[in-house]
């Protein structure tokens, strides 16, 4: 996997599109399948940071910022890490298919991270993560019809 090709992840998912919007901008909807964020609002400028778990434990600072919003359609936000160089940017672009939602995810510069000072940043860890969040965690969650 080239450093500098971005990841992209898509999964139809059998859920409506509001649905799945209000599961990735609601920060109670996304604490039960993405992270536990103390705030997050789907506004450009809004900062927000997050822990998340190396593959040893350790406990990496997330630092985000919402770039773009158009709601049901597409969210943006900057992803780096506290106390490392490299900055990157996370996508999620939702297209209605009937009563289905198709989610595209893609998470473009990677290559920024310091894969040598930590191989938690290396691009099939992030490939790895993102294809359980998207394929997995999101799905099972928007799917469920208690939610």
């Known amino acids: 996997m080239k450093e500098d090709q971005p990841i992209i992840v898509e999964r139809t998912y059998n859920a409506p599109i509001e649905k799945v919007w209000n599961a990735i901008t609601n920060k109670d909807e996304m604490k039960k399948w993405y992270f536990d964020l103390a705030e997050f609002k789907a506004e450009p400028g809004f900062e927000f940071q997050f822990y998340g778990e190396g593959k040893q434990g350790e406990k990496f600072l997330h630092l985000c910022k919402v770039i773009e919003v158009i709601p049901k359609k597409r969210l943006t936000y900057s992803w780096r890490y506290d106390g490392y160089e490299g ?39 992030f490939m790895e993560g993102w294809s359980y969040i998207i394929g997995t965690g999101l799905k099972e969650y928007v799917e469920n019809a208690n939610n």
Do not use: M, Y
């Not at 990157?88 to 989610?103: A, D, Q, R, Y």
């Open 87 to 125: 900055n990157s940017f996370v996508t999620f672009e939702l297209f209605p298919e009937g009563n289905k939602t198709k989610v595209k995810l893609t998470h473009n510069g990677l290559a920024s991270f310091p894969v040598t000072a930590n191989k938690d940043f290396a691009k099939e860890n």
